[in-house]
C-alpha cells in the first residue's frame, strides 16, 4: 500500500522522536511529574506544564476515532485519528482495513510503519485482527 507522505522538518522537539521512528519505535511524551502521556512530544507536559518530560515506548496499539477518505488523481488514502492505548491521539494514515468490513470508528489498529521520499520511517496504521504482522 502507498502512503502519500512529506518528508518532516526535524525541530529540536520532534528530532528524538523521529530518531525512534527511524528504528520503527513509536514513542509518546511521557510527563514524570503527573505521569499523563501527551502527543506530540513537546519540551514540556501539556496537562501540568512541568518539563520534567521523555518518550515512552508505545505498544502502538488503538482503535480508529475518526476517519476520511480523500481522493487523488494518484487514487484514495485514508486519513484518521488514532487514540493510542497510552492515552493519547495521533492524526496519522490507514493502511489495510479489516477482513470483510470498511472502517469503523471504534475498529482496533496496531501501527505499521511507512517510508516518506526521503527515507524518514512514519507511523500508520492497519487493521488489528490478532494476527501477526
Ligand atoms: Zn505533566
Redesign the pocket.
Given at each position: 500500500m502507498t502512503f502519500p507522505l512529506l518528508d518532516p522538518q526535524p525541530t529540536p522537539a520532534s528530532a528524538p522522536w523521529l530518531e525512534a521512528c527511524l528504528r520503527r519505535e513509536l514513542r509518546v511524551g511521557m510527563?514524570?511529574?503527573?505521569?499523563?502521556a501527551?502527543f506530540y512530544p513537546r519540551a514540556f507536559?501539556?496537562?501540568?506544564?512541568?518539563d520534567?518530560?521523555s518518550l515512552a515506548f508505545s505498544a502502538g496499539r488503538g482503535s480508529v476515532y475518526a476517519w476520511t477518505e480523500v481522493q487523488t488523481r494518484n487514487g484514495p488514502y485514508t486519513v484518521a485519528y488514532v487514540r493510542l492505548d497510552d492515552g493519547v491521539t495521533l492524526l496519522t494514515q490507514l493502511g489495510r482495513a479489516p477482513r470483510d468490513a470498511a472502517w469503523s470508528s471504534g475498529a482496533r489498529v496496531r501501527v505499521a510503519w511507512a517510508a516518506a521520499p526521503g527515507g524518514q520511517w512514519l507511523p500508520v496504521f492497519e487493521a488489528d485482527e490478532g494476527d501477526d504482522p
Amino acid at each position: 500500500m502507498t502512503f502519500p507522505l512529506l518528508d518532516p522538518q526535524p525541530t529540536p522537539a520532534s528530532a528524538p522522536w523521529l530518531e525512534a521512528c527511524l528504528r520503527r519505535e513509536l514513542r509518546v511524551g511521557m510527563c514524570s511529574t503527573c505521569g499523563r502521556a501527551h502527543f506530540y512530544p513537546r519540551a514540556f507536559c501539556p496537562h501540568c506544564h512541568a518539563d520534567d518530560v521523555s518518550l515512552a515506548f508505545s505498544a502502538g496499539r488503538g482503535s480508529v476515532y475518526a476517519w476520511t477518505e480523500v481522493q487523488t488523481r494518484n487514487g484514495p488514502y485514508t486519513v484518521a485519528y488514532v487514540r493510542l492505548d497510552d492515552g493519547v491521539t495521533l492524526l496519522t494514515q490507514l493502511g489495510r482495513a479489516p477482513r470483510d468490513a470498511a472502517w469503523s470508528s471504534g475498529a482496533r489498529v496496531r501501527v505499521a510503519w511507512a517510508a516518506a521520499p526521503g527515507g524518514q520511517w512514519l507511523p500508520v496504521f492497519e487493521a488489528d485482527e490478532g494476527d501477526d504482522p
